[in-house]
């Protein structure tokens, strides 16, 4: 008898705990090398790691699909013991059974493939270049899809990889009550002035420092945490006391480094703060992506876009950049740091008109999977709509419809789940605030501390023990509801803007 089986038969939780344990080392071990491929490794590695991570994917999955784990599921369900963990778990047992591992290997091969395709197609601005690796895309998700023939609607089965339980009715009610919201709201702000841009000489070593103090606030930890830079600011729990998160900084405009130092920091601070007990069950991560996005945004707009937060960091800020800073008032950055302009790139998009750019990726997802759409037909309908949604003219695909990087990998599914974050980012905020009246005074006075807890207390802890939905219910007292950010976009810029 294998010292396995012996375990199994003595106590199946041990042996639970062990196989779990297993599966979370292997998954450690890819998040180190995606961080390094992405901060640290020379390009010509690319292909190697490939093969790399497919071997360390490959040990995951089979141990993932095993039989037994079902089993020790089920004694470990009967028994009572970690009724969060073992739902979780199962949960990525049963998708992962459900897909046959030559389509998972299919998908993983082709979404290699279209990558530098849709990369040249995105240079050259040649969508035809990248379209049948699109349409093989496509065909491929329609199969994953099959997959889940329970689903009421295919697309469904492709968001529920990114948040559990979310449905394509359920996001098509809550985008179109927010694009009913923002249409006049963008229309207002777009009659009036634009503010003045804050330009200067801002120095990369002063960013830096800057970023780590605001970091340091907000809960970065010298011995848990790292901070670096990249090309696309991410940020990554390796494991328990290793949270990596990096930015970038551009020496003339210090604004876009700062907050996406704080959208990171945001994320990092989710994982930093899941409860120590789920190490090693790989559940001690965040429960969906829209409720790690949440996090992201709430600590990069309702809390790094405020006029309390600049009160406490303003002053030093102007400390640390000196004469580019001296002649301009608080007022000034709030506003350079809150310009509202619809635009074509997605990832450069304003607080408010970042959601438009969601709602016309999910409708076109939902018509292509659908059918009603042919990848032929996508460009001409992905500018039609952006001018419907953003009034502005693509003047060609690399800034249109081959702009992400997302359908390169055949990703179909994702992107919904930031604006899922948004709405869930007002909800907390609001219910942080209802908790703490003096919240807002507490991060002028350069203390964050309180809402660093009631987030672990509220959201963090849990890790995957609890769905998105749990989260949401429990600490805000509803579902998902994209009333509270339509109050907190439409009343702070009203202030901004004068409206
Ligand atoms: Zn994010």
Known sequence: MSAELAASSRDPLVALRERLREIDDLQHAGRVLGWDQQVLMPPRGTLARGRAFGTLERL????????????????????????????????????????????????????????????????????????????????????????????????????????????????????????????????AIAARPEPEPVVGAFPVESQRALVLEMARAIGFEDDAWRLDVSTHPFSEKIGPGDVRVTTRYDARNPLDGLLSALHEVGHGLYEHQVAPTLAGTTTDTGTSLAIHESQSRLWENQVGRSRAFWVHWYPRAQELFGEALADVPLDRWLAAMNVVRPSLIRVDADEVTYAMHVVLRFELEVALLEGELAVAELPAAWNARTEELLGVTVPDDARGVLQDIHWSFGELGYFPTYTLGSIASAQLWDAARAAMPDLEDRIASGDPSALRAWLGEHVHRFGRTRTSDEILRSATGGPLDPAPLLRYLTDKYAALYDL
């Open 60 to 187: 995951a999955h089979e141990r993932l699909v095993d039989p037994r784990l079902a089993a020790l599921l089920d004694a470990a369900e009967a028994a009572g013991e970690d009724p969060g963990v073992v739902r979780a778990v199962r949960r990525d047992h049963e998708r992962a059974r459900r897909v046959p591992g030559e389509l998972v290997a299919e998908i993983a091969e082709a979404a290699a493939e279209a990558q530098p395709i849709w990369a040249r197609a995105r240079e050259t601005s040649d969508f035809a270049l990248f379209a049948p690796a699109l349409e093989r895309a496509v065909a491929l998700r329609r199969r994953l899809a099959g997959c889940f023939p329970e689903a009421a609607h295919p697309y469904d089965a492709l968001l529920d990889a990114f948040e559990p339980g979310a449905t394509t009715a359920e996001v098509r009610r809550l985008f179109d009550r927010l694009h009913a919201g923002l249409r006049p709201l963008i229309a």
